[in-house]
């Protein structure tokens, strides 16, 4: 079993679930007390979140790459960032270190295009929905085309993960407009949804929308780190 690098605390709600995650299938594939080979270094939130409303996206990345290193030094034989926005340093992060890093977008879009999607929505930070870091490589490398809700539907998104669920807060106001957001872009045609925020998954799960697959980056990247610390 190859160990896997976590860049995690963005925030650490999601980085738990990546945690018990991570755990809990390696358990499943290989039974008896067989638990994950885990790196993880946990950064200080606040900061990151400073310099992204800041747009001081290249001190980040730096941040992030410094991390990278010290879990390549410990260890590491793989990177995952636990957040799909700070996907926006993944060229950075990949340059800083010689172990792979594993890309959320492309474990969300080998699972969306094996399931014989084309068109998807994607939610997630204001940054995220707007900016082409995770929309252009599912759309170059699985031909997918992305759909993201109108600006009203992306403030409120935005909102929501930035003052809830970083913070733990559960509302139910909240996940039924987010039920509500996936409805209109599943009447737009979306056959399925990225939940690409990792908090997202917390207030939203697949049982809320049976009918339409919804995609946890969380979950999606996780199982995706265990097939290839688990290869031969």
């Known amino acids: 079993m190859r160990t896997i690098g976590l860049i995690a605390g963005m925030s650490w709600e999601s980085s738990a679930e990546y945690y018990r995650i991570l755990n809990e299938e390696v358990a499943r594939r290989l039974g008896g007390l067989h638990s994950a080979k885990i790196v993880m270094i946990s950064i200080d939130f606040a900061r990151l979140e400073a310099q992204q409303t800041g747009n001081r996206w290249d001190e980040a990345a730096a941040d992030l790459a410094q ?16 957040a799909n926005t700070m996907h926006i340093a993944a060229p950075a992060v990949q340059a800083a270190v010689n172990i792979p890093l594993l890309h959320i977008a492309d474990a969300t879009g080998e699972r969306a295009k094996a ?3 084309n068109k998807v929505a994607l939610l997630g930070t204001r940054y995220t929905m707007e900016q082409g870091f995770l929309k252009d490589r599912l759309s170059e490398r699985f031909d997918l ?3 993201i809700p109108g600006k009203a539907d992306r403030d409120l998104i935005h909102r929501v993960i930035f003052e809830e669920l970083v913070l733990g807060k559960i509302l139910p106001e909240s996940k039924a407009a987010y039920l509500r957001i996936i409805d209109d872009l599943a009447a737009q045609g979306a056959q399925g949804v990225i939940l690409g925020c990792t908090e997202i998954g917390l207030l939203i799960q697949q ?4 009918d339409i697959p919804l995609y946890d980056t969380v979950r999606v990247h996780a199982e995706a780190a265990v097939d290839w610390a688990l290869q031969e």
């Open 145 to 147: 085309e992305v759909l």
């Open 115 to 117: 399931a014989g999607l």
């Open 67 to 82: 991390v990278a290193r010290q879990l390549e030094s410990a260890g590491a034989e793989c990177v995952l960032i636990c």
């Open 207 to 210: 049982p809320d929308r049976p």
